[in-house]
């Protein structure tokens, strides 16, 4: 059994739980706050069996969207106009890791 922790976009979530739940995937979500989505993420836990777990992550990534959102140039101690320039970031939809689980009980 693996434990899939997958962080993602608040905008994707709804079509995300939607779907991996209509497919069988139970989950639990938490709402967090962090680096790898600026714009609002969830995090989703997700057990899951190990030959299953390529499923739920074409479940996922069939249900996010990559973006490019505008983000203010960098903060720099040098001279100059270009370095606070907005910029073009592509924001992905989502991270996931996936973890062995050594045991899982139901209580």
């Known amino acids: 059994m693996k434990l ?3 962080i993602l976009s608040n905008k994707d ?3 995300v ?3 991996t739940s209509a497919e069988g995937f139970i989950s639990t979500k938490i709402a967090t706050a962090g680096q790898f989505l600026e714009s609002g993420q969830t995090t989703v ?3 899951v069996d190990d030959d299953k777990v390529d499923a739920l992550f074409e479940i996922i990534e069939n249900n996010i969207t990559k973006r490019v959102v505008r ?3 960098v903060e720099s101690t ?3 106009s270009l370095l606070k320039k907005p910029v073009d970031v592509e924001e992905f939809g989502a991270v996931g890791f996936v973890i062995d ?3 899982f ?3």
């Open 105 to 107: 009980r139901k209580l």
């Open 4 to 6: 899939a922790i997958v």
């Open 13 to 15: 979530l709804p079509n």
């Open 45 to 47: 836990l997700y057990g």
């Open 71 to 73: 983000r203010e140039g």
């Open 78 to 80: 040098l001279e100059g």
């Open 101 to 103: 689980v050594e045991q």
């Open 17 to 19: 739980l939607a779907q």
